[in-house]
T-cell receptor, first 111, second 116 residues
Framework: AQSVTQLGSHVSVSEGALVLLRCNYS??????LFWYVQYPNQGLQLLLK??????LVKGINGFEAEFKKSETSFHLTKPSAHMSDAAEYFC?????????FGIGTKLQVIP | DGGITQSPKYLFRKEGQNVTLSCEQN?????MYWYRQDPGQGLRLIYY???????QKGDIAEGYSVSREKKESFPLTVTSAQKNPTAFYLC???????????????FGPGTRLTVL
């Protein structure tokens, strides 16, 4: 069975600073990987996904993530944080038809 | 305008009462899911359905029931057997094995259930 670990349940960054949200996965076969964002009291929406076509994946709102097989990681980054980026971010892994979500990381952006 | 709707957004019930949460989608997706979200625990799968008239238990199905009589609808009933029903409930849908073989899920806005 696969698992997803998100290091840091809360991350704070200053506006304009680099955003780095960590995600590591464990799986017996190469998974598909996703990042979703959730704003307060709303559903999740897809930021980006890795489908093995390219290891560096660009998503919406200036976010990108790099798949590193050797590190079993899929960290989410954004060069410059904006106040509107404050939200909760979920990493997910799909193996065959099973999707597993991490526990989420809440991003706080400090003005 | 395609999407997933969940109603109501906020729901209050007395302990011991069954309550049904609505989920409707007009995306023509075959698969639908129910998740429960609690602080610090991420999303946990309650039930899922890959096709009409068929559904399977997820990781935390006890105290819940579902039906899938129509492709567009996947209602969730929280029964009195659910020990701690107060939570945020999210419905999602997908096309299993989409063009890129992924199972990208599209989420509704959620229903916050509070049991008093």
């Amino acid at each position: 069975a696969q698992s997803v670990t998100q290091l840091g349940s809360h991350v704070s960054v200053s506006e304009g600073a680099l955003v780095l949200l960590r995600c590591n996965y464990s799986s017996s076969v190469p998974p598909y990987l996703f990042w979703y964002v959730q704003y307060p009291n709303q559903g999740l929406q897809l930021l980006l996904k890795y489908t093995s076509a390219a290891t560096l994946v660009k998503g919406i709102n200036g976010f990108e993530a790099e798949f590193k097989k050797s590190e079993t990681s899929f960290h989410l980054t954004k060069p410059s944080a904006h106040m509107s980026d404050a939200a909760e971010y979920f990493c997910a892994a799909q193996v065959y038809q099973k999707v597993t979500f991490g526990i989420g990381t809440k991003l706080q952006v400090i003005p | 305008d395609g999407g997933i709707t969940q109603s109501p957004k906020y729901l209050f019930r007395k302990e011991g009462q069954n309550v049904t949460l609505s989920c409707e989608q007009n995306l023509n997706h075959d698969a639908m899911y129910w998740y429960r979200q609690d602080p610090g625990q991420g999303l946990r799968l309650i039930y899922y359905s890959q096709i009409v008239n068929d559904f399977q238990k997820g990781d935390i199905a006890e105290g819940y029931s579902v039906s899938r009589e129509k492709k567009e609808s996947f209602p969730l009933t929280v029964t009195s057997a659910q020990k701690n029903p107060t939570a945020f409930y999210l419905c999602a849908s997908s096309i299993p094995g989409d063009r890129d073989n992924t199972d990208t899920q599209y989420f509704g806005p959620g229903t916050r259930l509070t049991v008093l």
